[in-house]
């Protein structure tokens, strides 16, 4: 069976409180897409009613106390939410929670404490002898009134700080006491980037870490989800990554899956994390999405043989989520890098029609974009993907990976699933492309037709299994047999 993701948010979705009732009546239709988990964006509350969750307050707090200005999230209310994965439930969709857990936001009140002012470019480059700033690092939940955990946050459960309220200024601050440094597991950009935002979680801490792992053991019986996606997991201590992971799926006692947001396309960094969470997690490809943002800029000068250069998908497949674009990329964003529309189909394809890898169709590609960057879903161009990948896209592969522009890979089908089997052609060139490919003598004699209706013409599969396949201009085609 092809497993399919969608990431059910984009960053601009309206902030109403009805996210979650939207999911719920819309769960049958997701499935019936050929959508088999959806990723939901952060539940827990932030430090304000309208932020997408990943400057995150309070992880008890699902949208249950008047904090922060609201009872709910941007998402709605704990109650909507248990309704949602409840409907999930019922049209058989697993379901997979992002968990923030690098940093905190929007503190109680502040604290003075000692710091070290570090080289935004280079955390290990001190600027500064110690000296006194006031942080907003207390966190004592004023709203929960210490249900579910009594644990409250002072400046030692913290590495670093992004601002000084004494002197209203922003910086990277380093917080000075016995055993604090930023973490060595973490990845080496800006030297080390143990440091992303606010008020950054101290993973060398034991009360945190014990805190932090019976809050991952309270929110998995909570909600009871299948899965976390874990934010930013290059900026956190690999070995308590390692830890977590361990911890949560013993007190589960079933199957829990991670993947996690490490940003790097750099295929030793990805490696490296995985072996010290000795493969427990996978990882999205990173490398990938901006080989198809290259692809798209590039057009008909782009080599498509190398889409797969240096990805993750193609040296180690088995633990990896293929994307097109997500929450972060998407225009207006901290990492845009959009794929062009006119490749999106194709990029999509890339995804959704090989063997391996985990894809995740984004939210905004299918649904449309709000806000300032309002854009139109691109469902009529995923369906018939989607489609394909459930009942034609299985078994074995073959690639003719032997053309810049026009490249080509046949699925040859599952005996079990009658029908199955494809050819997919895909061209970036300004003139239509034509591959002849093997899918089988099995085949023989059969009229293959193109599911994304960009090419009505039809292929005869010849005595010996081959068929000739037409592709337009700068479009892709996925050939099969017809439904019947």
């Given amino acids: 069976m092809n497993f399919t993701l969608m990431q059910y948010f984009e960053w601009h979705l309206p902030d109403d409180g009805a996210h979650w009732d939207r999911l719920k009546e819309r769960a049958q239709e997701v499935k019936d897409m050929g959508v088999d988990a959806v990723w939901l964006p952060p539940p827990t509350k932030a430090d304000h009613p309208s932020n997408q969750g990943y400057a995150v307050y309070d992880v008890y ?42 940093h905190k936001a ?15 470019d280079d955390r290990e480059k001190e600027i500064s002898e110690p000296f006194d700033i006031e942080g907003y690092t207390k966190f004592n939940f004023p709203g929960r009134k210490k249900k579910y955990s009594d644990f409250e946050w002072n400046f030692n459960h913290f590495v670093g700080v992004d ?13 000075v006491g016995e055993h604090k440094d930023w973490s060595d597991n973490v990845d080496e950009e800006h030297g080390n980037f143990d440091y992303l935002m606010y008020s950054d979680i101290d993973y060398d801490h034991p009360e945190v870490k014990e805190e932090m792992i019976e809050w991952g053991k309270w929110i998995t019986d909570t909600l009871d989800v299948d899965g976390f996606r874990l934010d930013a997991v290059k900026h956190i201590d690999s070995k308590f990554i390692a830890e977590f992971i361990e911890a949560v799926t013993e007190h589960a006692e079933r199957d ?20 010290d969470v000795e493969f427990d997690i996978d990882l999205f490809d990173v490398k990938l999405h901006y080989n198809l943002f290259e692809a798209a800029n590039e057009k008909e000068n782009y080599d498509l043989t190398q889409i797969f250069e240096g990805t993750l998908v193609e040296e180690n497949p088995w633990n990896t989520v293929t994307f097109v674009d997500n929450h972060d990329t998407q225009p207006g964003e901290s990492l845009e890098s959009f794929v062009d529309d006119w490749f999106k189909q194709s990029a999509y394809a890339l995804i959704l029609l090989r063997r391996d890898g985990y894809p995740c169709v984004f939210y905004g590609d299918y649904y449309g974009i709000d806000g300032d960057y309002d854009k139109e879903g691109m469902a009529p161009a995923i369906d018939p993907l989607l489609h394909a990948r459930h009942v034609r896209a299985l078994g074995e592969q073959e690639d003719y990976f032997d053309h810049p522009d026009t490249i080509g890979w046949v699925r040859f089908g599952e005996e079990a699933v009658e029908g199955s089997g494809c050819a997919v052609i895909l061209s970036n060139g300004l003139e239509e492309g034509f591959k002849k490919m093997y899918v089988g003598e099995a085949h023989s004699g059969e009229e293959w037709v193109d599911y994304t209706e960009n090419r009505s013409d039809t292929v005869t599969i010849d005595d010996e299994g081959f068929g000739e396949f037409l592709v337009d201009s700068q479009s892709v085609s996925v050939y099969a047999l017809p439904d019947e």
Wanted: one cysteine or more; hydrophobic letters at 40%.
């Fill in 61 to 102: 707090d699902l949208g249950e106390f008047d904090q922060k200005g609201e009872i709910r999230t941007k998402y709605g209310t704990r109650e909507q939410l248990e309704a949602a994965i409840a409907a999930c439930r019922e049209a058989d969709l697993l379901i997979y929670i992002d968990l923030v857990m690098n």
């Fill in 256 to 275: 829990i899956y991670f993947f996690g947001e490490f940003w790097n396309p750099d295929i030793e960094a990805k490696e490296g994390f995985l072996k």
């Fill in 163 to 175: 601002y000084d309220a004494k002197e209203d200024r922003t910086g990277v601050f380093k917080i």
């Fill in 106 to 120: 929007g503190g109680d009140g502040t604290e003075t404490f000692q710091v070290i002012e570090v080289d935004p």
